[in-house]
């Protein structure tokens, strides 16, 4: 299933885009924004496979809305005009579909994208990092965990004490230590669910934090050393609760 974003300032075309998706068992049409501000909020929030991407927009443009994402998904351009589709492509879009559109040339668009995703996948899964949690066998005292990562063509022994916090950028994620920082390709949540949950909080869509590295929190953020981390509407009332 991919999950699916439309950025469209017309309803026509979110009308059209939905009534094609209805036909496909592997769409799923998680959010339409009407503008790219609107778009830019939702995925400072969440997290979507593709994005059906309008050009001509009020105020910010569907190109320079792109190119504001470090690590955007999958883009199909759905636009009236045909003079940006070079640029477009420049910027890695999986395919430009010239309003109006037939539903058979959305179904090569969105099969092109639905392949690229397996790719993807299966890239991920190929180098996927092996995290397995560690407890060492001596007494309370001298009890210490960690992780086994692999990450920059090397598996780094990490002790979980010396983690601060994880951040996800697109396909990666950033492991940062006290005195260096690991980048590996895997999902945030793969961490989430392998860290121990009295030790880590996710407290947005691309960070995890070691609680006890915690300086303090001010309003939506946590200051961790020198570095303030935002914390996601969805994810605060997890960490209001955990700190109770």
């Avoid at 909020?41 to 910010?60: A, H, S, T």
């Avoid at 915690?214 to 955990?242: A, C, H, M, W």
């Amino acid at each position: 299933m991919m999950k699916c974003l439309i950025v469209d300032d017309e309803p026509l075309a979110h009308r059209v885009i939905n009534n094609y998706c209805d036909n496909l068992s592997f769409i799923e049409i998680e959010k339409e924004c009407y503008s790219a501000f609107e778009a830019i909020n939702y995925l400072n929030e969440n997290q979507v496979d593709l994005i059906f991407l309008d050009i001509n927009m009020p105020k910010l443009k569907g190109l320079d809305f792109l190119r504001t994402l470090d690590n955007p998904p999958l883009i199909i351009i759905t636009s009236a005009y045909q003079e940006y589709a070079m640029e477009g492509y420049e910027l890695a879009i999986q395919d430009y579909l010239l309003k109006p559109f037939s539903f058979e040339r959305f179904l090569k668009a969105v099969n092109k994208a639905a392949q690229q995703q397996k790719l993807l996948e299966g890239s991920k899964k190929k180098s996927e990092l092996e995290i397995t949690t560690k407890a060492s066998s001596n007494s309370a005292s001298n009890h210490q965990e960690s992780i086994f990562i692999k990450g920059d063509k090397k598996t780094h022994q990490v002790a979980l004490d010396g983690i601060l916090y994880l951040e996800s950028i697109g396909s990666y994620v950033k492991i940062h230590l006290k005195d260096k920082t690991i980048v590996s390709l895997d999902r945030l949540t793969n961490f989430e669910n392998k860290l121990p949950n009295n030790l880590f909080i996710r407290i947005h869509r691309s960070y995890i934090i070691a609680v006890g590295k915690i300086n303090f929190i001010e309003g939506n953020r946590v200051k961790i050393n020198d570095v303030f981390i935002p914390v996601g509407s969805v994810y605060k009332q997890n960490l209001t609760k955990f700190l109770k």
